[in-house]
T-cell receptor, first 114, second 112 residues
Framework: GAVVSQHPSRVICKSGTSVKIECRSLDFQATTMFWYRQFPKQSLMLMATSNEGSKATYEQGVEKDKFLINHASLTLSTLTVTSAHPEDSSFYIC??????????FGPGTRLTVT | SQQGEEDPQALSIQEGENATMNCSYKTSINNLQWYRQNSGRGLVHLILIRSNEREKHSGRLRVTLDTSKKSSSLLITASRAADTASYFCATDPNSGNTPLVFGKGTRLSVIA
């Protein structure tokens, strides 16, 4: 099956700093990637849809200036959490989809903001 | 936004018993998928059932889909302690570039 990787798997940062998370589709080209966030004991909530070569589409309530998404190539999307605060601590999961095929999920990134 | 609800929210059973989890959704779908997630880990894809299918099996898993009721169930037979995890249903609205929409999940505990 298709593989999607995320880096880093865990990151701890201080409040006010920015953190970049990478999502890569390793064996297929993904014109669209998705970013989800999951708080403890909750489900995955879609944050944004990342489109290669164009602006991301954000879900209602997600601050686009805080969660910067860049999908510069067909295999890489990045999520930058700017000026992170403790309430941004969460599990961030990306997924990539081949047209007409299943959605493949990355292993997730645990962000802890101290 | 989330598509629907899963019930129960939490389920605790003895090893060897069967576990049934239900999922309801709101809009029309192309397919419905079930995932497992161990605590603090990523998602594991379990099974996909298409909108024109009513039942599907994979090992100890049995999934049903009732599109008229907009509901699905996941049955795990002869449960094991290793089945302890959270289980999520996710609906796929179509086969284009749309994201999966997850239910709230069921936390299953299998006691040895």
């Amino acid at each position: 099956g298709a593989v999607v990787s995320q880096h880093p798997s865990r990151v701890i940062c201080k409040s006010g700093t920015s953190v970049k998370i990478e999502c890569r589709s390793l064996d297929f080209q993904a014109t669209t990637m998705f970013w989800y966030r999951q708080f403890p004991k909750q489900s995955l909530m879609l944050m944004a849809t990342s489109n290669e070569g164009s602006k991301a589409t954000y879900e209602q309530g997600v601050e686009k200036d805080k969660f910067l998404i860049n999908h510069a190539s067909l295999t890489l999307s990045t999520l930058t959490v700017t000026s992170a605060h403790p309430e941004d601590s969460s599990f961030y999961i990306c997924s990539a989809r081949r047209r007409g095929d299943e959605q493949y999920f990355g292993p997730g990134t645990r962000l802890t903001v101290t | 936004s989330q598509q629907g609800e899963e019930d129960p929210q939490a389920l605790s059973i003895q090893e060897g018993e069967n576990a049934t989890m239900n999922c309801s959704y709101k809009t029309s779908i192309n397919n419905l998928q079930w995932y497992r997630q161990n605590s603090g880990r990523g998602l594991v894809h379990l099974i996909l059932i298409r909108s024109n299918e009513r039942e599907k099996h994979s090992g100890r898993l049995r999934v049903t889909l009732d599109t008229s009721k907009k509901s699905s169930s996941l049955l795990i037979t002869a449960s094991r302690a290793a089945d302890t995890a959270s289980y999520f249903c996710a609906t796929d609205p179509n086969s284009g570039n749309t994201p999966l929409v997850f239910g709230k999940g069921t936390r299953l505990s299998v006691i040895a």
